[in-house]
């Protein structure tokens, strides 16, 4: 399997601040990965797929960029809506879909 | 907008089979992947398997040996079955649509192993 580990694990912000998650895949996976945002007792919410596509409705101050094994999600100016847990997953056709293990965002 | 609803026993005994039923509505469940997803508490999500409209299914290796998939598109449903649960079964269980990525999502139905 395709492991995807993501960082960092948690990290403090405040409102206003630009905001980079970074997400590593132990094989090259293109450009196909998704970024969710999971807050507490919901179910995850779909930000951005294949790479840098973001999804209808999401606020464009989300970004994704990347290729390969090295990606990012970027929050241009966190908003108090933003503090949650984000997660990548790959979608290699030839492996099971995978997720990193999650990147809290809380507030500073 | 395609909404997705769990539904199934929240208690299960260790060693027999957890059973969940996703019901679908505001979309034809016809030329779409459904998936099965789950969370244990505190912890990441892991995939544990999708099928099409057709019936094929693609599970994760990992729970290949005990998870079944299935499709009831006249009750515009699909189900999970996952037999001889343990205690690392237990966790809150989404349905969702989507091929390469989850699209929609269930609300989750929190499933317990336990005696």
Do not use: K, L, T
């Given at each position: 399997d395709i492991q995807m580990t993501q960082s960092p694990s948690t990290l403090s912000a405040s409102v206003g601040d630009r905001v980079t998650i970074t997400c590593r895949a132990s094989q090259s996976i293109s450009s196909w990965l998704a970024w969710y945002q999971q807050k507490p007792g919901k179910a995850p919410k779909l930000l951005?797929?294949?790479?840098s596509t973001l999804e209808s409705?999401?606020?464009?101050?989300f970004s994704g960029s990347g290729s390969g094994t090295d990606f990012t999600l970027t929050i241009s100016s966190l908003q108090p809506d933003d503090f949650a847990t984000y997660y990548c997953q790959q979608y290699n056709s030839y492996s099971p879909w995978t997720f990193g293990q999650g990147t809290k965002v809380e507030i500073k | 907008q395609v909404q997705l609803q769990e539904s199934g026993p929240g208690l299960v005994k260790p060693s027999e089979t957890l059973s969940l039923t996703c019901t679908v509505s505001g979309d034809s469940m016809n030329n779409h992947y459904w998936s099965w997803i789950r969370q244990p508490a505190g912890r990441g999500l892991e995939w544990i398997g999708h099928i099409y409209t057709t019936g094929t299914t693609k599970y994760n290796p990992s729970l290949k040996s005990r998870v079944t998939v299935s499709v009831d598109t006249s009750k515009s449903q699909f189900s999970l079955r996952l037999s001889s649960v343990t205690a690392a079964d237990t966790a809150v269980y989404f349905c969702a649509t989507g091929y390469s990525f989850a699209e929609n999502w269930g609300q989750g139905s929190l499933v317990t192993v336990s005696s």
């Open positions: 951005i797929y294949e790479a409705g999401v606020p464009s101050r | -």
